[in-house]
């Protein structure tokens, strides 16, 4: 079994900053790609950026220049360091992984959820 456990959500002033984390644990053989998604209110979850496990990389193009993602692949761990926040990027923010529970079979994860508001 493979836990996904986020943290560093909470209320932030427009044009602040936050750093949410997503830590995986348990047993597996490795993670592919890792990436964070968000869900506002009456909107359905979108992807926000995405890392690959050689650390390629994409954005939303609504975050591209403000948000961060990166990965520690000996803690298998992603992070998300997002600056310049705007009232919309208010949302519940999940961090997603394909990992590679045994050798060639690849299960998506998904962590707990960790609310992001930002006050205008």
């Known amino acids: 079994q493979v836990q996904m456990v986020e943290s560093g959500g909470g209320l932030v002033q427009a044009g602040g900053s936050l750093r949410l984390s997503c830590a995986a644990s348990?047993?597996?053989?490795?993670?592919?790609?890792m990436g964070w998604y968000r869900q506002a209110p009456g909107k359905q979850r979108e992807l926000v950026t995405v890392?690959?496990?050689?650390?390629?990389?994409n954005y939303a193009d609504s975050v591209k220049g403000r948000f961060t993602v990166s990965r520690d692949n000996a803690k298998n761990t992603l992070y998300l360091e997002m600056n310049s926040l705007k009232p919309e990027d208010t949302a519940v923010y999940y961090c997603?992984?394909?990992?590679?529970?045994?050798?060639?079979?690849?299960?998506?994860?998904w962590g707990q959820g960790t609310q992001v508001t930002v006050s205008s």
């Open positions: 890392i690959t496990s050689g650390g390629s990389i």
């Open positions: 348990g047993n597996f053989f490795s993670i592919n790609d």
């Open positions: 997603n992984a394909a990992v590679m529970v045994i050798q060639k079979i690849v299960v998506t994860y």
